[in-house]
Each structure stands twice: as C-alpha cells, then as structure tokens.
C-alpha cells in the first residue's frame, strides 16, 4: 500500500491559484504517469514519463504542467485551473517492458 | 483510435452468485490486459492479469479469459461476497508503449 504515495490526498484551490501535486515511488520503478478520473468517465491518461522523459503527452491544456526530476518522483503543477477540472487525480509507476502499473491513493482537486 | 470497451457499467449480484464482467478492445497488437479493483474513496488495485500468451487464468474465486481472435477479455468472480463491492476496470497495452488503455469501469454491488 505504501510503494506509490500521493501528497496531498484532497486539495481544494481557487482558479487563480498556483498548486502542486506530488508523486514519489518506492518500487524502484522507471516509468510514471498522471491520470485524470472524474465520475463516470474511463481513466484518462495525462503523462507518461520513461526514464525521466516525457513520452506521452495525451493532448493536456497547458495549465497542466509535469515535471520528473528523478525516477522517483512526478509532480503535476497546476495553474488557472477550471471548475471542470476538478477531479481525482491519480499517479501510477510502472517498469518499462512489464506494462503492470501501481497506483497512487490520488489527489481529490476540487476547484472553486 | 485506440479503445477498449466495457459492458455492463454496473452489475447487482446476490452473496454466493457467480459476477462477469466483459471487455472488448481494439488494438490488435494489445498483448496485456490487467483487472483492476477500486473500492470507494480507494487507489485502484491490480486483482488479476493476463498476457496473450494465455487463454485463461485463475487466481482462487477470480478468473480471467482472453479471446484474441475476437478481441475480448471476460473477468469471472465466483462465490460472490459483499467484500466485492466495487468498480472494477478492464485495461489492455496500448501496442509496444507502456500506456494502458482502460475500460469505463464496471459498478458491482454484492448483497447479503
């Protein structure tokens, strides 16, 4: 339960804010991703990161930034985010080659 | 594009009855298709995996069959107990690249 921890786990902010979301695997993993889960939509896949680059960017608004300093860590910095975009957020971590993810708890965003 | 489908969104069973949830996905190059489970307010969690390789998999009350010809993936829970209750997704590999591709999600109820 511990191997992909979330901070924070709710974050509520208003549309001018500027937030950041934090991932950090303990599973010695070297590919991460963000995905976005609203209510009764599939998973959508915001980013994958490789080997700390970026290999996906699945036609995310700008106001959405990641970032991947390490292959333990993923930030996901948020900025004039919309109404719409609150969300569970959710970051997972996998070894390239085995496909099998490991998820986050997630980040509950809600934006006023 | 890419897209897995997911049938039914929700499922009410009986404690005891037997619960099948089926997946049908596009990407014929697709070769590994994890269940996953996520209780309310919870992190998904993988419950059972399979790889093309293989038509069929058990892991005690929780089975998964794989029809590659027609591109569809079924997960089988036996003995059904309220502890079930849950979303369940079906994902299949997105070609050679690590993405997952998910399924909309299957609401499950088990009643005592």
């Known amino acids: 339960e511990t191997g992909v921890t979330q901070t924070p786990r709710h974050l509520v902010m208003g549309m001018t804010n500027k937030k950041s979301l934090k991932c950090e695997q303990h599973l010695g993993h070297n590919a991460m991703y963000w995905y976005k889960q609203s209510a009764k939509k599939p998973l959508e896949l915001m980013f994958v990161y490789s080997l700390e680059e970026r290999v996906e960017n699945n036609s995310v608004p700008s106001r959405f930034s990641p970032e991947c300093p390490n292959s333990s860590h993923l930030f996901l910095h948020l900025h004039t985010l919309q109404p719409e975009d609150s969300a569970l957020y959710l970051c997972?971590?996998?070894?390239?080659?085995?496909?099998?993810?490991?998820f986050g708890p997630g980040t509950r965003l809600t934006v006023l | 594009g890419e897209n897995v489908e997911q049938h039914p969104s929700t499922l009410s069973v009986q404690e005891g009855d037997s619960a099948v949830i089926k997946c049908t996905y596009s990407?014929?190059?697709?070769?590994?298709f994890p269940w996953y489970k996520q209780e309310l307010g919870k992190r998904p969690q993988l419950i059972i995996d399979i790889r093309s390789n293989v038509g069929e998999k058990k892991d005690q009350r929780i089975a998964v069959t794989l029809n590659k010809t027609a591109k569809h993936f079924s997960l089988h829970i036996t003995e059904t107990q309220p502890e079930d209750s849950a979303v369940y997704f079906c994902?299949?590999?997105?070609?050679?690249?690590?993405?997952?591709?998910f399924g909309t999600g299957t609401r499950l109820q088990v009643f005592p």
């Open positions: 990407d014929s190059a697709s070769n590994y």
């Open positions: 994902a299949a590999s997105s070609g050679n690249t690590d993405k997952l591709i």
């Open positions: 997972a971590s996998s070894t390239p080659g085995t496909d099998t993810q490991y």
